[in-house]
């Protein structure tokens, strides 16, 4: 699964590196983001802008909106199946901004948690989906969700789940809406483990109020 995450990427070099529009005043970087926050995505409605949504998909039909803090991940595996994913998969396809992510490797009854990124440090996009939800009053919740797959061999020793990554030519096929169905679950595939890195850090990053740089830190 993928439950925590960063984007330390600074303004002018995500705008740059994924060709949008995003408010400086209302960018800051993250080291620690959480399921419930709201985070930069850049959906298929508006792939010149990057907008703020709230991180757990409420369905367009959901009678409660707290629904969506179950649906923070959708699996690739069934995606086109169930009933909360399948269609926004086939119309609100978005990329997700990020540039690192945490798993925890379950030691026992302890969790180690582990920093995974790109080798080359890069900012990525996670497949993702999006859904609009609205109120009786007309209010509108903008939400997301983060599509995993079963893990590659660098983030198997840890878990047996990872996001799916996008390739950088991939992205602006994903949220296409002229993309045929079938290419985009090919998209769906682990990215490659020869291209990633990870380390051990703190368990200060179970807390997400430790939104902080310390939390990057490795531990020897």
């Known amino acids: 699964m993928c439950g925590r ?22 960018y800051q970087v993250r080291y620690n983001v959480a399921p419930g926050q709201n985070m930069w995505v850049i959906p298929g409605e508006s792939p010149k802008e990057a907008r703020l949504y709230h991180w757990g998909l409420v369905p367009h039909w959901a009678k409660d909106p707290k629904i969506g803090n179950h649906l923070i991940n959708a699996r690739a595996e069934t995606i086109t199946e169930k009933p909360a994913f399948r269609e926004p998969f086939k119309k609100h396809r978005c990329l997700v901004l990020a540039d690192s992510f945490y798993e925890w490797d379950k030691k026992g009854s302890k969790k180690i948690p582990y920093r995974v990124m790109l080798k080359v ?40 789940r990872m996001p799916v990554i996008l390739q950088k030519d991939e992205e602006r096929k994903w949220i296409d809406a002229k993309t045929d169905i079938q290419e985009a679950v ?13 380390y051990q850090i703190s368990t200060a990053i179970n807390n997400p109020r430790n939104d902080v740089p310390q939390v990057l830190k490795p531990v020897s």
């Open 121 to 160: 440090g890069d900012p990525f996009a996670f497949a993702g989906i999006c859904d609009f939800w609205k109120d009786e009053s007309g209010k509108e919740i903008k939400s997301f969700s983060i599509i995993t797959i079963a893990a590659n061999k660098l983030i198997n020793k840890i878990h047996d």
């Open 5 to 26: 995450f960063s984007i330390t990427t600074p303004w002018e070099a995500l705008k740059e590196r994924f060709e949008v529009d995003i408010p400086e005043d209302q």
């Open 186 to 198: 090919r998209m769906l595939h682990p990215y490659s483990a020869n291209d990633m890195q990870m």
